[in-house]
Nanobody, 122 residues
Framework: QAHFVESGGDLVEPGGTLRLSCTASGFLFNNYPMNWYRKVPGKEREWVAGITGTMTNTKYNDDVRGRFTISRDNGESTLYLQMNLLKPEDTAVYYC???????????????WGQGTQVTVSS
């Protein structure tokens, strides 16, 4: 069974940086494209960024492109999200999961982790 543990969230000021991590287990991490998502209370979950299993391709939603960078360490089954120039509207709980790296189907939709809270505020 797939299992995800997200970490690295914090309270930061606008313009600040954070690096999120997601440790995955229970499936062959290298074989799956991985994504970051975020959720704000009262809104639908939003896809943020994706990366293929071979790391040859990445994609970002329009709101984060140029500010966030997704990467992965297949040897450690870990996914990362480097977040720069943070804005208050980036405030959300961030989650990872395997899925189509352009933000399509989520492969382990019944196995979401607890997420990590990112709060951007002065």
């Amino acid at each position: 069974q797939a299992h995800f543990v997200e970490s690295g969230g914090d309270l930061v000021e606008p313009g600040g940086t954070l690096r999120l991590s997601c440790t995955a287990s229970g499936f062959l991490f290298n074989n799956y494209p991985m994504n970051w998502y975020r959720k704000v209370p009262g809104k639908e979950r939003e896809w943020v960024a994706g990366i293929t299993g071979t790391m040859t391709n990445t994609k970002y939603n329009d709101d984060v492109r140029g500010r966030f960078t997704i990467s992965r360490d297949n040897g450690e089954s870990t996914l990362y999200l480097q977040m720069n120039l943070l804005k208050p509207e980036d405030t959300a709980v961030y989650y990872c999961n395997a899925g189509q790296y352009s933000g399509g189907n989520v492969y382990f939709d019944k196995s979401w982790g607890q997420g990590t809270q990112v709060t951007v505020s002065s």
